[in-house]
């Protein structure tokens, strides 16, 4: 990708809070421990307790956004026998993860992966009652309750081709105590993903500050990574951007 860099002053109140606010009486709670999986859990139990019919929650904005970023990095194979391995990592209750192994042309294995069982559990139910036909017949879906500070317990070093991060590192390093733990969950990322793979992070942060937090973290980690950033576009006055990071050890 085309490195793509414009400086922007935004304010302090995000969209995420705006929504929560709108949606929750979570809100300070949500807010304040956005790192924390029993804040998770209280803000998805009280999202379906509100109504008996299950609909999705997007963070930031949906699959059709960001499709153009996503998908052509799932057009070749390492191992033509292989299902390319996706995560979306911090999935709570979004389509993300299930548009992916829909719209995928060649064999995926998508592993939605969050804190929050219940979260987890809720897309379970809803994949079982409402079953998502894959492009590829080969394609396996799954959702998975995983702590993305350690997502080496599920998947081994150098395995994964492509990691989707909407919103779930701009949560953690929001949050008061979340700072360590994104810094942790980037080193896991770049642990888990072969030296061809990706990670994409969605985000309304600033290219000035999140690469030079990217690279910084990288260079700490003993790791040499590619970092660029292309603009996604702007919703309800906000910029996003798709900062794409690729690992390459150092030598």
Request: hydrophobic share 40%; aromatic share 8%.
């Amino acid at each position: 990708m085309a490195t793509f860099l414009k400086r922007l002053t935004l304010t302090s109140r995000r969209v995420c809070v705006a929504c929560v606010r709108k949606r929750s009486a979570l809100t300070n709670e949500l807010i304040e421990g956005m790192d924390k999986k029993e804040t998770w859990d209280r803000f998805y139990a009280k999202r379906s307790s509100r109504t008996t019919s299950f609909k999705n929650f997007e963070w930031f904005f949906g699959f059709d956004a960001v499709r153009d970023f996503i998908m052509p990095l799932l057009q070749t194979t390492p191992d033509s026998d292989a299902l390319l391995r996706v995560v979306d990592m911090g999935c709570g209750i979004s389509a993300l993860g299930p548009c992916i192994y829909r719209h995928s042309p060649l064999p995926v294995w998508v592993t939605c992966a969050d804190i929050s069982p219940i979260a987890v559990k809720l897309m379970q139910e809803h994949i079982r009652g409402k079953a998502v036909e894959p492009h590829s017949l080969s394609s396996k879906l799954e959702f998975v309750e995983l702590d993305c500070t350690q997502l080496h317990k599920h998947f081994s070093s150098g395995s994964v081709d492509l990691i989707v991060d909407k919103g779930t590192t701009d949560a953690l390093l929001r949050s008061e105590e979340g700072k360590e733990k994104a810094s942790l969950v980037l080193k896991q990322c770049l642990k888990v993903l072969r030296s061809s793979g990706s990670l994409l992070q969605f985000s309304d942060e600033d290219p000035d500050a999140r690469m030079l937090w990217l690279e910084t973290e990288a260079h700490n980690q003993g790791v040499m990574a590619s970092v660029g950033v292309q603009e996604v576009g702007e919703l309800r006055g906000v910029c996003y951007y798709c900062y794409h990071v690729t690992p390459r050890q150092a030598a």
